[in-house]
């Protein structure tokens, strides 16, 4: 699809942005229905609790990637709060706690961005090999003297007779 104007085409991109059914990737696993029954019974979330909607960053992971866009993010951080209104904050559109966009060369923060990095992380880490131990010590080398055991003995007295000059 491509737009003319003034005898220059330029090309339209769409992007398209899901739809989220948070309740349905919630009830998808044990922890998550359990979570369900709690915030729909509670109308409130305990840290535990929050700590539980890493459910929601694996599901974006799998379907989105590692590095799922800014639209999906907000999306998702978007379709929380008119699926548990107890999870609206009070700042602009209720979803800022769960997603904000960066700016001003900040970067992004919320609950599912927090989530998303702590995932890559350990993803990272685990990728990475191990350091082996090493059963010996490890040894430094101190290379021969090569000054005189008679002129290292006089460095000595003078050392402890003076503290100037330092070098």
Same mark, same amino acid.
């Given at each position: 699809?491509?737009?003319? @104007? @003034?005898?220059?085409?330029?090309?339209?991109?769409?992007? +398209?942005?899901?739809?989220?059914?948070? !309740?349905?990737?919630? @009830? =998808? %696993?044990?922890?998550g229905r359990l979570l369900v029954e709690s915030l729909d019974k509670d109308n409130l979330i305990t840290i535990k609790q929050r700590c539980c909607m890493v459910i929601l960053v694996s599901h974006l992971i799998e379907k989105f990637g590692e590095t799922p866009t800014t639209?999906?993010? *907000?999306?998702? =951080? %978007?379709?929380? +709060?008119? =699926?548990?209104?107890?999870?609206?904050?009070?700042?602009?559109?209720?979803?800022?706690?769960?997603? =904000?966009?960066?700016?001003?060369?900040?970067?992004?923060?919320?609950?599912? /961005?927090?989530?998303?990095?702590?995932?890559? *992380?350990?993803?990272?880490?685990?990728? !990475?090999?191990? !350091? /082996? /131990?090493?059963?010996?010590?490890?040894?430094?080398?101190?290379?021969? %003297?090569?000054? %005189?055991?008679?002129?290292?003995?006089?460095? *000595?007295?003078?050392?402890?007779?003076?503290?100037?000059?330092?070098?």
């Open positions: 699809m491509e737009e003319e @104007t @003034t005898g220059v085409t330029i090309p339209l991109v769409l992007h +398209v942005i899901p739809g989220f059914d948070i !309740r349905q990737i919630l @009830t =998808a %696993s044990p922890e639209e999906t993010k *907000k999306a998702m =951080a %978007s379709a929380l +709060v008119p =699926a548990f209104p107890c999870l609206k904050d009070t700042t602009g559109s209720g979803s800022e706690t769960w997603y =904000a966009q960066g700016r001003n060369h900040r970067p992004a923060t919320g609950f599912l /961005e927090e989530g998303l990095r702590n995932i890559k *992380k350990r993803l990272r880490s685990m990728s !990475r090999p191990q !350091r /082996e /131990e090493v059963d010996e010590p490890y040894r430094t080398f101190i290379p021969e %003297s090569t000054i %005189s055991q008679e002129r290292a003995e006089q460095f *000595k007295e003078w050392l402890r007779n003076n503290t100037q000059p330092i070098s």
